[in-house]
Structures are given as C-alpha cells and as structure tokens.
C-alpha cells in the first residue's frame, strides 16, 4: 500500500463537514483518502463528491471539488489517495 498525492484542503465548511480540495490529480468517488495536517489524520472512503454544486463521480486535476468527511479537516491539509498494492 502506498499513497499518493492528489490535492489539499482549501476550505472546510464545519456546519455541513465538508472540505473544499484543490486537486492536483484525479480522484473518484470510492477511492479512499488519508486528509493530513498538523493537527488532522484520517483515512476515510470519498462517499460523494460535487464540483460547482454538480455531483460528480470524476474530480479532475484543477478542479475545486466539495467532499463530504468523517474528522475536522483544516485548510492546508494534504489528501493523498490511498492505493492498495494490487492496483498499482
């Protein structure tokens, strides 16, 4: 198992647990992610995922995508996007 870069936090919206993620490279719904930061370290599947008040199944590098979590993410934080050794 190794991760892989694909964005970071640019904004959470606490009221509705939601995280804004600038992305560097592409992300799917049911991937998993692991959102780490200073004080944040969780892993986590991605459930749903919009990208201007669209649901999207694909988030697209340089894309802003909205997506729901489990913890408190904060701005800055890394998403990596786990992948399992048989996917590679």
Do not use: W
Not at 12 to 29: G, R, S
Not at 45 to 69: C, L, R, T
Not at 82 to 88: G, K, L, M, T
């Amino acid at each position: 198992m190794f991760e892989q870069k694909v964005g970071r936090v640019t904004h959470y919206f606490a009221h509705i647990q939601v995280a804004a993620i600038k992305l560097e490279d592409e992300l799917k719904v049911g991937d998993r992610v692991h959102i780490k930061g200073h004080t944040s370290d969780f892993t986590q599947p991605i459930n749903s995922m919009e990208y201007d008040h669209n649901k999207i199944e694909v988030g697209k590098k340089g894309q802003e995508v909205a997506v729901g979590v489990a913890e408190h993410a904060r701005q800055h934080d890394e998403v990596f996007k786990v992948v399992e050794a048989e996917q590679v």
